[in-house]
């Protein structure tokens, strides 16, 4: 069996479905892209997203011609605030997006309810939520699509890479025609995924913290790296030449056996999270609600009222403290309105992209971690 198809087989295991229901893409943003399509979004359509996301979402949408409309987000799920979704509903809107964010569910039934009263589309981006569940069901089935992610810092890695599933005839069809037309990546992205690989095996930085990070997106903003996003980007709402592209059997090969350690990452992931929430629970402090989801728990967030405190602190003390998503439109910083976004307009997500940091649930990071939020237990909001 090819490779692709061993991928395709044992992703289809996770997400109860056939492997021929599964469409691999170049990277998630192109698998959200290829849904768009196979919804026929385009101009003069409105696609909702939530107010916290990462820039490469609006991308996509802006890319078809159609218009990114924002929610607001609700603390507590980190994913739009459903009291404030109709408000955003209009006759044009096509497409509501909600978003596992830090591999939290956000509020599926109450979300879906809405758009199917009004035969609007729903899509959950899972980028950060493979392997985990609402209901009982795997993230992603609830909706009328979803898409995921397998870069390098999401819940398993191919390096760069996506996929997408569905639930109608339809829109499965039309992506598998879009998964057949998607460019075949060129030999030298295949060959610097694979250098790539072969670095971060040998070179084990953690890309996630420290200053690391400020490498990194110094790199990738400087198209020096392959995985995250070009240049463009993050600049400007041009789509990039060489977008469209398929997934690699180097990535395939990749996922396979990455894809096997998941169960015991999503195990030592829930573990972590359950010390983290013990912890701040008997202080008093916010944790993760879990009465109707079994979360992945890809990091976990808690509000600080310092963050750039608290992060030196963190790094001085060598612990691994994140500042994920510390804008509204990640790693986007400045000039958000060209993704037709105010911060103004929408003040829990500017609140929390400012008070955020993530916890890592890395099991072996979890003791100096909580060692770190009691003597810190102040600084949490
Ligand atoms: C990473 C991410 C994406 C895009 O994933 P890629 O595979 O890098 O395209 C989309 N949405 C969210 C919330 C993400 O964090």
């Not at 609830?142 to 819940?155: G, L």
């Not at 400020?214 to 240049?231: M, P, W």
Request: glycine residues 6%; hydrophobic residues 40%; aromatic residues 12%.
């Amino acid at each position: 069996m090819s490779p692709i198809n061993q991928y395709k087989r044992q992703l289809g295991i996770w997400l109860e479905r056939e492997p021929d229901e599964v469409f691999l893409f170049w990277k998630a943003r192109v698998a959200f892209y290829a849904i768009l399509k196979a919804m026929d979004v385009g101009a003069g359509d409105e696609v909702i997203l939530p107010a916290y996301t990462c820039v490469v979402v609006p991308n996509a949408v802006l890319y078809l011609g159609a218009t990114p409309i924002y929610v607001d987000i609700d603390p507590d799920t980190y994913n739009l605030d459903v009291s404030k979704l109709e408000d955003a509903i209009t006759e044009k809107t096509k497409v509501i997006v909600c978003q596992n964010t830090y591999g939290l569910a956000p509020d599926l039934n109450a979300i879906t309810a809405i758009a199917r009263q009004r035969g609007i589309y729903t899509v959950e981006d899972s980028a950060h939520g493979m392997g985990g569940r609402y209901q009982g069901k795997p993230n992603g089935l609830m909706t009328d699509a979803a898409f995921f992610s397998t870069q390098w810092n999401k819940a398993f890695s191919t390096g760069i890479g996506g996929f997408a599933v569905a639930n109608s005839p339809e829109i499965k069809t039309e992506l598998k025609r879009l998964e057949s037309e998607a460019t075949t990546p060129s030999f030298l992205n295949v060959t610097n995924l694979q250098l790539l690989y072969w670095v971060r095996q040998y070179l084990v930085i953690d890309f996630t913290y420290y200053s690391f990070v400020g490498v990194y997106r110094f790199l990738s903003k400087h198209n020096l790296v392959i995985g995250s996003s070009n240049g463009e980007e993050i600049t400007s709402i041009q789509q990039p030449a060489g977008y469209f592209k398929s997934f690699s059997w180097v990535q395939a090969r990749k996922g396979i056996k990455t894809l096997l350690k998941l169960d015991d990452i999503l195990e030592n992931r829930k573990q972590a999270a359950s010390e983290y929430s013990k912890l701040l629970a008997s202080y008093g402090k916010k944790i993760q609600d879990t009465r109707e989801h079994e979360h992945s728990y890809l990091q976990y967030p808690v509000l600080v009222s310092n963050r750039s405190e608290f992060v030196k602190l963190a790094v001085s003390e060598r612990v691994p403290v994140g500042d994920w998503f510390n804008s509204p439109l990640h790693p986007v910083q400045e000039n958000l309105a060209s993704w037709g976004l105010d911060r103004a307009n929408f003040p829990v997500s500017d609140y929390v992209s400012k008070h955020v940091v993530n916890l890592s649930t890395e099991l072996s990071k979890v003791p100096r971690t909580l060692e770190f939020i009691k003597t810190n237990i102040d600084r949490i909001i």
